[in-house]
């Protein structure tokens, strides 16, 4: 039963993504904490509070103009096309607004490096993410924190590498230890 669920879900991402028309997926209430796992519950409800000052129509969606109005407001305007470009990029449903699932995968996206540096997406995510005289010193105390956590998180495969590096360097000591050993035993055996 799980295994059918699953090539479901892999299909209908398939689909997705050779951009082909998908139904909106409705297998249950969807639960951004269980989804978006790398987010702290801080993070998210921040999130939800910048969708929702955004959501002016109350509709649960970001559509073009308030998109427009978003990015303005943040001092990055963009242009209708490149705002459509901006929909587009993470519009999984396609249709043609952002949901909060979607306003989501912006950040996603970005935290992962998927986003162009060029992109209005990305200077979305880099814009948003933290101002002292809105948060205050608490809120940016907060913001680094997830940052650093985040920077740990990439940083392990990172350490793991440097800890492999460690042994083989403590290896090859040993190997040299033991060679310079058998080399004075060689000694000791030739003097006779």
């Known amino acids: 039963m ?86 587009k990029e993470v519009d999984e449903d396609l249709d043609e607004k952002i949901s909060f699932r979607e306003f989501l995968l912006i950040f996603r996206k970005a935290a992962a490096g998927e986003l162009d540096a060029d992109s209005g997406l990305s200077q979305l995510a880099q814009l948003s993410e933290i101002n002292v005289d809105e948060e205050g010193v608490g809120g940016a105390k907060n913001f680094f924190e997830a940052k650093i956590n985040q920077i740990q998180e990439s940083n392990k495969f990172e350490k793991e590498i440097r800890e492999e590096q460690e042994e083989r360097k403590r290896e090859e000591e040993a190997r040299k230890l033991r060679k310079e050993a058998f080399i004075e035993k060689q000694k000791a055996f030739k003097v006779q």
């Not at 139904?23 to 969708?51: C, D, H, L, V």
């Not at 109350?58 to 490149?82: C, F, G, V, W």
């Open 2 to 87: 799980a295994t059918n669920e699953l090539a479901e879900k892999l299909a209908r991402r398939d689909a997705i993504n050779e951009g082909q028309e998908v139904p909106a997926n409705k297998s249950g209430p969807w639960n951004p904490y269980t989804e978006f796992k790398e987010f702290t519950r801080k993070q998210i409800k921040e999130y939800e509070k910048m969708f929702k000052k955004y959501d002016t129509g109350n509709d649960k969606y970001i559509d073009l103009m308030e998109l427009k109005r978003m990015m303005e407001k943040l001092e990055a305007p963009q242009t209708h096309l490149s705002l459509k470009k901006m929909i």
